[in-house]
């Protein structure tokens, strides 16, 4: 009950947010006129008023004086790459929804013929995947209230729209996470069912009701098979630039984290909130590569329990189709999602821009040390050219103010 509960208040989040036009009512989705019509206008709203918002918010950090000067140029970029992730994923809405609808329906049907067994691997990953989620939610909305210097509530309302809508690419990748894991689920539950099976045909032949069983799971098994494509499909374009965005937003906030930490005064509890912060998104991104390697898993499930009972040609084709129908969920025909891929991408992402930061962070101090330098000798030598000035007009002798020559007054 407690698992449905906090999924459903997602499905309400993602939905006040444009990202679906669906909402969970018990445990299935469901659209209706009135969500479609509320989802168009919040897209056609975010479309139109994030750049704007973008915008205001790099320009106050640009004329705060809490931040450095490369700050800016930074935020920038990642804002650009953020609002061109926002914009697909809302022109894109229509196509995940039909997917997702005519997805929930295979799996409605099959669960309903089926026991619904989920593994300790798969709950496993999905409450740690659900924490994730509404740790970002909420950090999101933290967020908001963390802002320095602000001196109004318009301040704070743009802050607050312009961090929930950072989060819409995250939400509309948690939902094909939750596509992935019901087809998981699924896979599961036709798996221990032919494993049943199976196991009873080792000490007698099978009987005809059982061979049109083995058929009916046999055809649920190619059903989410085209279905797994067809999703992965439609969110292809979106993983990638999700993927993207992510690397931008490692790159950006792994900089922002050493400059605040090593180069800039700042409060101990800022810096681990961040630091929090960017932990919960590195695992909660990578628990969607696990969860496509997961369902992979699942799918092409080794039956070795077929080789100790009657070999028949029914389960003989089975096999066969199983062993040959492996799922390729490749990204746009790219690469595939997996882990091995995952962790060389963030270590390669880690290993140079730790470098690079390290150096500028290191030669920041010596910067400053001269900017200062130079300032306190032009102090210095503007201290002594109004002495000058001063005695030389007491004197009868006017010099000027870079003192390279003197004219007698008038």
């Known amino acids: 009950m407690g698992r449905q509960r906090l999924l459903q208040w997602l499905h309400i989040y993602s939905l006040a947010l444009g990202v679906t036009s669906q909402r969970l009512v018990d445990g299935r989705v469901q ?28 320009q106050y950090i640009e004329k705060t004086s809490l ?84 001196k109004n509530w318009s301040v704070y ?20 996470f939750l596509a992935l894991w ?38 649920q098994h190619s059903m989410l098979g085209s279905g797994t494509l067809r999703m992965n499909q439609v969110y292809g374009v979106l993983l990638l630039a999700a993927r993207f965005d ?19 005064e700042t409060p101990i509890y800022m810096v681990m909130f961040g630091t929090f912060n960017y932990c919960i998104r590195f695992i909660d991104f990578f628990l969607l590569d696990d969860m496509c390697d997961l ?42 999602s997996n882990r091995i891929r995952w962790f060389k991408m963030f270590g390669s992402i880690v290993g140079s821009q730790s470098k690079e930061c390290g150096q500028n962070i290191m030669a920041l101090p010596h910067r400053h040390a001269a900017q200062w330098q130079r300032r306190d000798i ?8 109004s002495r000058i000035t001063k005695k030389s007009q007491g004197s009868g002798v006017v010099i000027n103010a870079t003192g390279s020559q003197a004219q007698e007054p008038l």
């Open 157 to 176: 309302l743009i802050t607050f729209l312009f961090q929930n809508s950072m989060i819409i690419p995250v939400i509309a990748t948690y939902r094909y």
């Open 31 to 58: 659209q209706t006129w009135l969500t479609r019509v509320y989802t168009l206008i919040i897209n056609a709203l975010e479309l139109l008023l994030l750049p704007g918002m973008f915008y205001l918010t790099a």
């Open 246 to 264: 992510y690397l931008t937003f490692s790159v950006i906030n792994q900089y922002w984290g050493m400059l605040f930490t090593f180069a800039i």
């Open 295 to 336: 369902t992979i898993k699942v799918q092409n499930y080794p039956h070795h329990v077929v080789t100790e009972g009657n070999w028949l040609k029914e389960i003989n084709a089975y096999v066969m189709y199983v062993n040959t129908s492996k799922l390729d969920l490749s990204v746009c025909g790219l690469y595939t």
């Open 67 to 150: 931040f450095p000067n490369l700050m800016p140029y930074t935020c920038y970029i990642l804002y650009s790459v953020s609002y061109a992730t926002i914009a697909y994923t809302v022109i894109s809405r229509g196509k995940r929804d039909s997917a997702f609808l005519e997805l929930e329906r295979i799996v409605n049907r099959i669960m309903s013929q089926q026991v619904h067994q989920v593994g300790r691997s798969l709950n496993f990953i999905y409450y740690l995947k659900l924490t994730t989620m509404i740790i970002l939610c909420v950090s999101s909305m933290v967020l908001s209230f963390m802002v320095p210097n602000a």
């Open 182 to 219: 019901q087809i998981a689920c699924c896979y599961q539950s036709i798996n221990c069912r032919v494993e049943e099976l199976v196991s009873s045909f080792k000490l007698r032949l099978p009987i005809r009701s059982e061979l049109e069983e083995l058929h009916r799971l046999w055809s």
């Open 378 to 385: 032009l102090c210095a030598s503007q201290s002594v050219t």
